[in-house]
């Protein structure tokens, strides 16, 4: 689907995806391959997001895993609004809320919010209806340039 312009006075294209998937190791990469393929399907720049997505995923899974509840899954929502790519990952633990702080040096866990951080251009945490929490991320990018038309030039 390709976005309408933007004109002054009208709302700015959005195309969204969401997908349910399970609170494991293998839902975690399930999410980071899904979110590839949408950014790319949609032309973005994926670098950055690939982070993201990688670390609020993995963040989802590790919750479920070290309290898990059966059945439960987590939710990877990615949609564009104008020039801003916004990740979403909601998880069923509400109770764990997420704080970014500074581990200790020899820590092997607990950087998985500073590695948001660092890539996005706002990030945060919203309660949803008990035990639900969405961690989000939004991450501008520039639309891509159109081809260079070739009318007009020499040897057309």
Do not use: C, Q
């Not at 059966?70 to 801003?84: D, E, I, K, M």
């Amino acid at each position: 689907m390709s976005p309408r312009p933007h004109t002054a006075g009208s709302r700015p294209a959005r195309r969204g995806r969401r997908r349910a998937l399970s609170s494991t190791p293998r839902g975690a990469r399930l999410a980071r391959l899904l979110a590839v393929d949408t950014r790319r399907s949609w032309g973005l720049p994926h670098e950055r997001a690939s982070h993201v997505v990688a670390e609020l995923a993995a963040n989802a899974a590790n919750a479920a895993t070290h309290g898990r509840l059966p059945g439960r899954s987590f939710r990877l929502t990615l949609y564009v609004v104008g020039a801003t790519l916004r990740i979403e990952v909601t998880d069923t633990r509400g109770d764990r809320m997420p704080a970014p702080h500074v581990p200790d040096v020899a820590a092997e866990s607990g950087r998985g919010l500073l590695l948001v951080d660092a890539p996005a251009d706002r990030w945060g945490v919203t309660e949803g209806r008990f035990p639900r929490k969405t961690v989000w991320a939004e991450l501008g990018f520039s639309p891509p340039e159109p081809a260079p038309s070739r009318s007009g030039a020499v040897g057309d």
